[in-house]
Antibody
Framework: EVQLVESGGGLVQPGGSLRLSCTAF????????VAWVRQAPGKGLEWVAS????????HYVDSVQARFTLSRDYAERSLYLEMNNLRADDTAIYFC??????????WGQGTLVTVSS | EIVLTQSPDTLSVSPGERATLSCRAS???????LAWYQQKPGQSPRLLVY???TRANGIADRFSGSGSGADFTLTISGLGPEDSAMYYC?????????FGQGTKVEI
């Protein structure tokens, strides 16, 4: 069974940093892109970033470019999202999702990030 | 960036009826790379349809996707209380990946 389990969310002050983790189970982690999609409270879905199977190619939405960094650890079967210079509008539930040619076919349960002073 | 506009914002239907949800793109979605997701309150989204019309594994045939180019439709037949949810379309023909704002279906 495919599972994605996120962690690392919490309360952080504006300008602060946070690192989200996503651990994958039930599929070959080496073969798939993985992505983060976020959802602000009461709002819709927004794709944030995706990373290729080899960890060499990453794509980001413009609003997080240069502030967020994706990486992956194959030994740990994990994906990481390093978030710096956080802003209030980054407040959201962050979902990890398996990215199959751009289709998000499996999702984690999400982790809440709150940016507030 | 491809902007997706869904309509209506809210759709109220009776049990057993059919719901028709629309997703219109600001430009042609190449290869009809359009997906639909269902999200119930407090849950993560679930993939329903990809490639505009291919149902994902385990999705009931009551869910049907159609359309091409810039106009797409999700049809849900035989609606039941379990179908009350938000429904989002998403294009994956170009970066950035974008979602519509969602349609809320109320039974």
């Amino acid at each position: 069974e495919v599972q994605l389990v996120e962690s690392g969310g919490g309360l952080v002050q504006p300008g602060g940093s946070l690192r989200l983790s996503c651990t994958a189970f039930g599929f070959n982690f080496y073969n798939y892109w993985v992505a983060w999609v976020r959802q602000a409270p009461g709002k819709g879905l927004e794709w944030v970033a995706s990373i290729d199977p080899h960890g060499n190619d990453t794509h980001y939405v413009d609003s997080v470019q240069a502030r967020f960094t994706l990486s992956r650890d194959y030994a740990e079967r994990s994906l990481y999202l390093e978030m710096n210079n956080l802003r209030a509008d980054d407040t959201a539930i962050y979902f990890c999702a398996r990215d199959t040619f751009g289709v998000f076919d499996f999702w984690g349960q999400g982790t809440l990030v709150t940016v507030s002073s | 960036e491809i902007v997706l506009t869904q309509s209506p914002d809210t759709l109220s239907v009776s049990p057993g009826e059919r719901a028709t949800l629309s997703c219109r793109a600001s430009q042609t979605v190449g290869n009809n790379y359009l997906a639909w997701y269902q999200q119930k309150p407090g849950q993560s989204p679930r993939l329903l349809v990809y490639g505009a019309s291919t149902r994902a594994n385990g999705i009931a045939d009551r869910f049907s996707g159609s359309g091409s180019g810039a106009d797409f439709t999700l049809t849900i037949s035989g609606l039941g209380p379990e179908d009350s949810a938000m429904y989002y379309c998403q294009q994956y023909s170009s970066l950035p990946r974008t979602f519509g704002q969602g349609t809320k279906v109320e039974i």
